[in-house]
Every structure is written in C-alpha cells, then in structure tokens.
C-alpha cells in the first residue's frame, strides 16, 4: 500500500520527465518546496519506482548541467530589457 508521500514523488517524477521539468517549475507546480521534491525524487522515489527514478536522475543531471546557461540567458534578458 503506497502513501501520500509515495504517491506523491511518482506524480512529481512523472511531471519532470513528461515536461522535462527542473525542480523548482515541480516545487512550483504542486506547491511544495524544492528541498521536498528534491527529497521526493532522489530518496523516496528509490525504493518505490527505481526505473523511474533512474529517468529522473538523468534529467537532473541535464538540468544541473545547463543551469548556467541558464542563469546567463536570464541575466542578458534583465540587462537588455527584454
């Protein structure tokens, strides 16, 4: 029998890889924190879905990797006024 909280990270794991979501557009989203679905994904997620969390794994990693550029684009559009 699965919890609120198990059930919980499948749907928010589910919503990062549909969307190709970062965490903090899933915090967002369902309306908890980034250390929540942070926890969810990465802890919880193991022993429930772990081909899932896999998957997930792999688009954090993406995600943790083109944050910089990122960060750039959004820091060029402030001071370009866009």
Same mark, same amino acid.
């Given at each position: 029998?699965?919890?609120?909280? !198990? !059930?919980?990270?499948?749907?928010?794991? !589910? $919503?990062?890889?549909?969307?190709?979501? %970062? +965490?903090?557009?899933?915090?967002?989203?369902?309306?908890?924190?980034?250390?929540? +679905?942070?926890?969810?994904? %990465?802890?919880?997620? !193991?022993?429930?879905?772990?081909?899932?969390?896999?998957? +997930?794994?792999?688009?954090?990693e993406?995600?943790?990797?083109?944050?910089?550029?990122?960060?750039?684009?959004?820091t060029?559009?402030? $001071?370009?006024?866009?």
């Amino acid at each position: 029998m699965r919890t609120d909280i !198990e !059930e919980r990270a499948v749907r928010l794991a !589910e $919503y990062i890889v549909e969307n190709r979501a %970062t +965490v903090r557009a899933a915090a967002k989203k369902f309306g908890v924190s980034k250390s929540t +679905v942070h926890k969810d994904i %990465t802890e919880r997620l !193991e022993t429930v879905e772990p081909g899932l969390c896999a998957e +997930v794994r792999r688009l954090l990693e993406l995600n943790k990797a083109e944050r910089h550029i990122r960060g750039g684009l959004a820091t060029r559009r402030k $001071y370009k006024g866009e």
